[in-house]
């Protein structure tokens, strides 16, 4: 079994930032592509940002240049800086993880969500 929790989610100002962590747990042997991903109220969840065990990042179009994804290996963890932050990033965020679980089982793992709100 594996577990992914989000934190650093809140309420910022538009222009302002902020930093998600999500911390990976459980029986992981090996953790592939890390990714986050967004939905808004009343839209599909999308891809934000994803990251391979490579270290190759892929970003929505919507937020290049503004966000950046990394990962620490030895603390199965995964980031999402957010700068210049829009109204329109304003979502619950999702943090998903391949992993290779200790008995050889590979598959994607979602975390439970941190609301991201940019308002003024």
């Known amino acids: 079994q594996v577990q992914l929790v989000e934190s650093g989610g809140g309420l910022v100002q538009p222009g302002g930032s902020l930093r998600l962590s999500c911390a990976a747990s459980?029986?992981?042997?090996?953790?592939?592509?890390m990714g986050w991903y967004r939905q808004a109220p009343g839209k599909e969840r999308e891809l934000v940002a994803t990251?391979?065990?490579?270290?190759?990042?892929n970003y929505a179009d919507s937020v290049k240049g503004r966000f950046t994804i990394s990962r620490d290996n030895a603390k199965n963890t995964v980031y999402l800086q957010m700068n210049s932050l829009k109204s329109e990033d304003t979502a619950a965020y999702y943090c998903?993880?391949?992993?290779?679980?200790?008995?050889?089982?590979?598959?994607?793992?979602w975390g439970q969500g941190t609301q991201v709100t940019v308002s003024s």
């Open positions: 998903k993880a391949n992993v290779l679980t200790i008995t050889m089982k590979r598959g994607d793992y």
């Open positions: 459980g029986s992981i042997f090996s953790i592939y592509a």
């Open positions: 990251v391979s065990s490579g270290g190759t990042t």
